[in-house]
């Protein structure tokens, strides 16, 4: 890939995204994090404190990101140097930080590194449902840590 950073449309083809955003306002290093929950077609799942749409990455494992580069450019992980702020349904004890391998601190829930999704630029939108780029599949997340992996009727839509 080059330097520009290429986000994947809901449909797997590439589209333009605006990275510099999402990833400026979900991967910002704020002293804490809140993890709320939003109900959606796909079900309960878990937000961030503007809204956003969290995402599971299969490639991850427990407590351990695999995206890195233009996958975390594509995917921002939710970052926090504090506390992270159960709401909404969040069970606080599912919730934790990792370290990456840059040092930066990432949420994430029953061991799972969460990520917001470029293209999702409202809050309540699940384009990154289903998706699978970087080598694996991103889902949403139910309260209890699962994988979401039912489609809703229409990618590009919110709440």
């Given at each position: 890939?080059?330097a520009?950073?290429?986000?994947?449309?809901?449909?797997?083809?590439?589209?333009?995204?605006?990275?510099?955003?999402?990833?400026?306002?979900?991967?910002?290093?704020?002293?804490?994090?809140?993890?709320?929950?939003k109900?959606t077609p796909?079900?309960?799942?878990?937000v961030?404190?503007?809204g956003?749409?969290?995402?599971?990455?299969?490639?991850?494992?427990?407590d351990?990101?695999t995206?890195?580069?233009?996958?975390?450019k594509?995917w921002?992980?939710?970052?926090?140097?504090?506390?992270?702020?159960?709401?909404?349904g969040?069970?606080?004890?599912?919730?934790s930080?990792?370290?990456?391998?840059?040092?930066s601190?990432?949420?994430?829930?029953?061991g799972?590194p969460?990520?917001?999704?470029?293209?999702?630029?409202?809050?309540?939108?699940?384009?990154?449902?289903?998706?699978?780029?970087?080598?694996?599949?991103?889902?949403?997340?139910?309260?209890?840590?699962?994988?979401?992996?039912k489609?809703?009727?229409s990618q590009?839509g919110?709440?």
């Open positions: 890939m080059s520009s950073t290429v986000a994947y449309a809901a449909d797997g083809s590439h589209s333009p995204a605006s990275v510099a955003n999402a990833a400026s306002s979900s991967a910002s290093d704020s002293s804490s994090v809140t993890v709320s929950t109900s796909l079900g309960k799942i878990l961030n404190s503007k956003h749409t969290l995402y599971l990455f299969q490639s991850d494992k427990k351990k990101s995206c890195n580069g233009d996958c975390a594509a921002p992980p939710l970052k926090a140097n504090g506390k992270t702020i159960a709401k909404g969040v069970n606080s004890k599912l919730l930080t990792i370290t990456r391998s840059d040092g601190k990432q949420v994430a829930y029953k799972h969460l990520y917001t999704f470029a293209d999702d630029t409202k809050a309540g939108q699940t384009n990154g449902q289903g998706i699978d780029a970087f080598g694996a599949k991103w889902y949403v997340l139910g309260t209890d840590g699962k994988q979401i992996t489609q809703a009727s590009s919110g709440y």
